[in-house]
C-alpha cells in the first residue's frame, strides 16, 4: 500500500484535522470545530483530541490486528478520555470530539471504519464506493458507546485499486459545492496529487467568500485528503 496526503488548516486557525500512516493503515480525523474561544470543558482543545485519538488508533489498529477497527475506535476513545486528567469536564456538551476515518490493510483484505460524515472513497473495477454517514450527528468525543455508531466493513484487497479518506473539507469540491462528482474529484488527486484538491477548493471558497452561491456554516474548513494505492 502507498499512501500520499495534504492537510491544511482553515486561514487563521490552527489545523484541527489529523492524518497519520503507517505501513499497512491510516487514519484521517476531523476534530469539531468551534469558535476560537469557546468553553470546551478541556485545557487541551480540540488539535490535541485529533491528534491524541489518531495516534492510539492508528496504533493500535497495527498493533492489535485481533481487534476489530470498531473495537480499536472504541479503546482508543476510552485512553484519549483517560489522559484528559481531574482538570477536563469530559461532560461538558461541547468536550473536544471528532470524526473519524481509519484504513487498514490484512492479509488479503482491506477493513475500515468511518464514523460520523468523513468521507471513504473505494475504487474498484464497478467504479467509485461512496462510504459516509452524512449529516451524522455522532462522533468521537468521551464515550467508547460513540464507536458503535461507526460504519464498517472489509474488502478483498484484490478487488480495490485505491481508497482515499477525506474530512468534509476535503469532499466539499464534490458534495457540497457540486463542482465535480467523486470520479472528477478522485480523477484531480490522482493526476495532480492531494495539494491540489485542497488548492481547489480554497478558490472555490475565496469565489464565494459570503456563501450566497454555497450555503455553509464555515467559509473555510481545515481539508485533509489520503490517498491509498494498493
Given amino acids: 500500500m502507498r499512501v500520499t496526503w495534504a492537510t491544511e488548516a482553515a486561514p487563521g486557525r ?17 476534530g469539531c470545530s468551534l469558535p476560537l474561544g469557546t468553553d470546551l470543558g478541556c485545557v487541551h482543545g480540540t488539535a490535541w483530541y485529533s491528534r491524541s485519538l489518531g495516534t492510539r488508533l492508528l496504533a493500535r489498529l497495527l498493533d492489535q490486528p485481533e481487534l476489530p477497527p470498531q473495537a480499536a475506535l472504541a479503546a482508543s476513545i476510552t485512553d484519549v478520555a483517560a489522559s484528559h486528567g481531574p482538570v477536563c469536564d469530559l461532560a461538558h456538551p461541547l468536550t473536544p470530539a471528532a470524526t473519524v476515518v481509519g484504513v487498514r490493510l490484512m492479509g488479503d ?14 475504487g474498484n473495477g464497478r467504479g467509485i464506493e461512496v462510504v459516509t454517514k452524512a449529516h451524522a450527528r455522532t462522533y468521537a468525543a468521551a464515550h467508547p458507546a460513540a464507536a458503535q455508531r ?8 484484490r478487488d480495490l485499486r485505491w481508497a482515499m479518506l477525506l474530512t468534509d473539507g476535503a469532499s466539499r469540491l464534490a458534495d457540497r459545492f457540486g463542482l465535480t462528482d467523486w470520479a472528477g474529484l478522485v480523477r ?14 480554497r478558490e472555490a471558497e475565496r469565489s464565494d467568500p459570503y456563501g450566497d452561491r454555497w450555503p455553509r456554516g464555515k467559509r473555510h474548513d481545515d481539508a485533509t485528503v489520503a490517498y491509498c494505492l494498493f
Fill in 14 to 30: 490552527p489545523n484541527e484535522d489529523f492524518v497519520a500512516a503507517a505501513t499497512g493503515a491510516v487514519v484521517v480525523l476531523d
Fill in 109 to 122: 483484505a482491506v477493513e475500515y471504519v468511518v464514523l460520523a460524515d468523513s468521507v471513504l472513497l473505494l
Fill in 150 to 157: 461507526a460504519m464498517t466493513g472489509a474488502v478483498p484487497v
Fill in 188 to 201: 484531480l488527486v490522482e493526476e495532480d496529487g492531494p495539494a491540489v484538491l485542497i488548492d481547489r477548493t
